[in-house]
């Protein structure tokens, strides 16, 4: 399975979202805590051109936010990418 990094922030229910639904994909992930003003959101930042949470990269490619997960997984390619090396 590749590497899957979410920067996410406490209280954001979206970050709550995107973990449940890699989670019950049984995608292991890094989560990197991304609060604003904070050196992670800054490398969030300049990773994703976005500075809002969650972020999600798989396999070192963004995929965007939570928003952007669903669609994937609705369109039946989210479990595709997590199943590449």
């Known amino acids: ?3 899957v990094v979410i920067y996410t ?3 954001c229910p979206y970050c709550v979202r995107a ?5 019950k994909k049984g995608a292991t ?3 990197i805590d991304a609060p604003g003003g904070s ?5 969030s930042a300049a ?4 500075t809002s949470v969650p972020q999600i990269f798989i396999a070192g490619k ?6 952007d997960l669903v669609a994937l997984d609705r369109a ?7 199943a590449t090396a």
């Open 1 to 3: 399975m590749p590497e």
């Open 9 to 11: 922030q406490d209280w």
């Open 19 to 23: 973990k449940t639904i890699l989670g």
């Open 29 to 31: 992930f890094t989560e």
């Open 39 to 43: 050196a992670a959101r800054a490398e």
């Open 47 to 50: 990773r994703s051109g976005r």
């Open 62 to 67: 963004h995929i965007g936010g939570c928003d």
């Open 76 to 82: 039946g390619q989210l479990d595709k990418l997590l």
